[in-house]
């Protein structure tokens, strides 16, 4: 079983390589630790649930890419063996062959916006395990980079983006290397809290117990001992007998 200080150090070297797999793994291992360390489970499963998206989400455009790949060298190849020989019939297989070209660009460019959909996903989970974290363990460095992050990924469109994450990384890695071992709001009272002291409101206003006697002078209109209703000039209570 890994300690609170590994899993602090794994998560940060993983932050500042997460773009390998090595980096992956070395995040999910320290956030899984860290996760039952602060004893909440958004921090591990948000970034579990992210991860699968954005491998899924890198495999897309490359599957794609391949696929294109293939049909341009397999339509050169086609072309050059019947261009030659069949004439008309070569004219007729070269527009076949152009169609599943297109046909491929086309399943290309719907794999790229699938991909485009699945890391923005991807990113939404990190994040939301960014600001569990952050609450649990009081470091908002880890807002910080989740918001670098979120940003980086709708940019990601325009190059730019990628700068973003890596930068929202590597203020993660700060933000793992600086933790602190205890959980935000987890102190003990090493003596008992004062009377009328309660964590979720202070103090409470003190009451006093002691009854407020009638002015000297004043004569009562109630019996001291039962309360009973008595007349101004009553010397004993009609109701228990006790002089007033």
Same mark, same amino acid.
């Given at each position: 079983?890994?300690? %609170? ?6 998560? =940060?070297? =993983? ?45 897309? $455009?490359?599957?794609? =890419?391949?696929?294109?790949? /293939? ?18 019939? =070569? ?5 076949? #062959? ?30 939301? *395990? /960014? ?31 990628? %700068? ?5 990384? #590597? ?5 793992? /290397? ?9 102190? &003990? %009272? ?14 409470? $206003?003190?009451?006093? &117990? ?11 209109? /109630? *019996? ?7 007349? $101004? &000039?009553?010397?004993?209570?009609? &109701? ?5």
């Amino acid at each position: 079983m890994t300690t %609170f200080g590994t899993n602090k150090i794994l998560a =940060g070297i =993983g932050s500042i390589i997460y773009g390998s797999i090595v980096g992956i793994i070395l995040v999910l291992i320290g956030m899984k630790g860290l996760s039952e360390h602060y004893k909440d489970k958004r921090i591990y499963d948000g970034l579990v649930k992210g991860t699968i998206l954005l491998i899924v989400g890198t495999i897309l $455009p490359i599957a794609g =890419g391949i696929t294109l790949l /293939f049909s341009v060298l397999g339509g050169i190849g086609l072309s050059g063996a019947y261009g030659g020989y069949y004439g008309d019939y =070569g004219d007729y297989g070269m527009g076949a #062959i152009t169609a599943g070209v297109m046909m491929a660009i086309v399943g290309v460019i719907i794999c790229f916006i699938v991909s485009f959909i699945l890391d923005l996903l991807a990113v939404r989970y990190i994040k939301n *395990c /960014f600001h569990a974290l952050a609450e649990r363990s009081g470091k908002h460095l880890f807002h910080t980079a989740a918001t670098l992050i979120w940003v980086g990924a709708i940019l990601t469109i325009i190059g730019f983006g990628f %700068f973003l994450i890596w930068i929202g990384f #590597i203020i993660a890695a700060i933000g793992f /290397f600086t933790l602190d071992e205890t959980p935000i709001g987890a102190g &003990n %009272f090493s003596t008992p809290p004062p009377q009328g002291y309660t964590p979720q409101y202070g103090y409470a $206003p003190q009451q006093s &117990n002691t009854q407020s006697s009638p002015a000297p002078g004043a004569k009562a209109n /109630f *019996c001291p001992n039962c309360g009973t209703p008595v007349t $101004p &000039n009553a010397t004993f209570c009609a &109701n228990c007998g006790k002089q007033i």
